[in-house]
C-alpha cells in the first residue's frame, strides 16, 4: 500500500525541524501524533498538521480540523481499516451525524483532544 492511494483520505504532519510524514489515513495520523516515538519521528515538535475533509476533499488544517469518531466498520470503507471522519470545521459534521442513531456532537474531537483511548480505537494493533 502506498500513501499515495488514497488521496481522499490522506494526511501529513510536519516537524520542527522541517522532517515531514505522510499517512494513507487519518487514523494513521493520530496514532504518530500520540505515539510518535513509536514510529521513528524526530526529536523535534510537530508543528502543522494536514488532513483530507471527508466531504470535499482538499487539505485542511490538521489543527483547526473537527474530527467525528466513527465507531462502526460495517459503514466504512477506509483504507487501513477504520478512520475518523474529517471535517474543515464544525459546520461538515452535523450531516454526518445526523445519518446515524448512534453518533451525536459528543462524537466530534479536534486534534488537541486526543488520547490514547481515542488513538487505540483507530490503530491499537501499532500502539505500544
Known sequence: MAVTDYSDRNAQIAHENG???MFCSPGCL???YGVPDQFGAPESDIVGA???DFETKPLVDGFDAVYVLEYDEHRTDDPMGLNPRVYADTDGTPKYIEQYDDLDEDYTVTLSELGEN???IYRGDRLP
Do not use: G, K, S
Open 19 to 21: 522532517d515531514e510524514m
Open 30 to 32: 493520530f496514532a504518530y
Open 50 to 52: 494536514w488532513v483530507t
Open 118 to 120: 481515542i488513538e487505540r
